[in-house]
């Protein structure tokens, strides 16, 4: 028996949503052309390609480029996750049309998945909605 194959499973690589978060970060916070991620992937976890990094070489990556960016690593606070249900049950909402403003603010699905940082710029961004729709009212 090959000792070097028992119980061993397929690694579990990245998925789409580390790749929808490391893209933005990217984008929003570090601003360097796309280049400059590939070269940052190959220097630090010699893989060629974003796709080829598993999914704990792609968390690692998403905590440093955080850190680099000064992101708080980590999840969006419980406080945060209660403004933005109340802000969406206020604007009347569903699930889908949340999701669909926190992904068009941050390029994240889920606000589940903010850091505390994207939850703020997301409940700042609902806070401003509403506003508009009180002005928008009024007129």
Sequence with gaps: MNRGTQGTQ?????????KKIIWTIWKTKVKLDDEELYR???HNYKKENM???T???ADLLISTLRRITGETAGKLTRKQRYAIISHQKELGWSDTELAG??????G????DWLSPTQASTVISGLVNYRK????KKRN
């Design 10 to 18: 397929p690694k579990k690589m990245i998925n789409k949503d580390q």
């Design 40 to 42: 940052f992937i190959e």
């Design 51 to 53: 796709s080829d990094l």
């Design 55 to 57: 999914f704990l070489e």
């Design 101 to 106: 403003f926190v992904k068009k603010q941050t």
């Design 108 to 111: 994240i699905e889920h606000y």
């Design 132 to 135: 508009w729709l009180r002005k």
